[in-house]
């Protein structure tokens, strides 16, 4: 039987050689590399011949230089027959989202048992998707939590999403006014209908709604 070649990325070096002595014990898995955040998962690969290329990556959430979801989509972008598998301590609804969006066909945390692990593996390099029930339930809470924000998002018109960006910028009405060459007053209706429209008190907390729902990013 052909042994499934996996590269280990993890920041933590006991952890890499724990799951590294672990996995040599399984006669099916090869460990070929390891990396400790996801530009040396990068750097590996584009160094790398056909022939020592891994069939999967182990790949840790939060690494310094370049994190796991970062690594996961520019490896997939060059690599895009390769699979990978997010093992991580932390289990948050928007991670797991972007986790599965940036392609990785599972995503596992660290407490789970060695039996989870291998069949997350094994499932891995067959492309076929593992998830404990927690995680499937962060997925679809993440995923409603999306569709939530965008519902939101729809209700508010092109001029109001201009205004509510600068608000969370910290610019006053005048400001907004001039940058928008619009009258203080035009910026004044605005800003009445933003506070009715997503049922808030004042603009500190317009500044602070439009920060914790991701939408400055979009300005």
């Given at each position: ?7 280990l990325?993890d ?6 050689m724990?799951?590294?002595?672990y996995l ?13 955040n ?7 690969l584009?160094?790398?011949?056909e022939?020592?290329m ?11 230089v370049?994190?796991?979801?970062e ?17 991580t301590?932390?289990?948050?609804d928007?991670?797991?989202v ?6 990785a ?18 499932g891995?390099?067959?492309g ?8 499937s ?5 993440g ?6 924000v965008q519902?939101e ?11 509510l960006?600068l608000?969370?910028?910290?610019m006053s ?5 001039e940058?928008?060459h619009?009258?203080i007053?035009?910026?004044k ?17 317009l ?13």
């Amino acid at each position: 039987m052909e042994k499934i070649k996996i590269l280990l990325a993890d920041d933590h070096d006991m952890v890499r050689m724990g799951l590294k002595t672990y996995l040599m014990l399984e006669e099916q898995f090869h460990i070929i590399a390891e990396a400790a955040n996801g530009r040396e998962v990068l750097d590996w690969l584009e160094q790398s011949n056909e022939h020592e290329m891994p069939d999967l990556i182990l790949m840790d959430m939060m690494m310094p230089v370049m994190n796991g979801v970062e690594a996961t989509r520019l490896v997939l972008q060059n690599y895009p027959q390769m699979k990978i598998v997010i093992l991580t301590s932390f289990l948050e609804d928007e991670l797991v989202v972007e986790a599965i969006e940036a392609g990785a066909v599972s995503y596992i945390l660290k407490t789970v048992s060695a039996e989870e692990l291998i069949y997350a593996l094994q499932g891995a390099s067959r492309g076929m998707p593992v998830m404990t029930g927690d995680i499937s339930q962060a997925l679809t809470r993440g995923i409603r939590q999306r569709s939530t924000v965008q519902n939101e998002a729809s209700q508010l018109t092109v001029r109001e999403r201009e205004v509510l960006m600068l608000i969370a910028e910290g610019m006053s009405n005048k400001e907004i006014a001039e940058e928008l060459h619009i009258s203080i007053k035009t910026v004044k209706t605005h800003v009445s209908n933003l506070l009715m429209k997503c049922e808030l008190e004042d603009r500190t907390q317009l500044a602070i709604y439009a920060h914790r729902k991701g939408w400055v990013s979009q300005h």
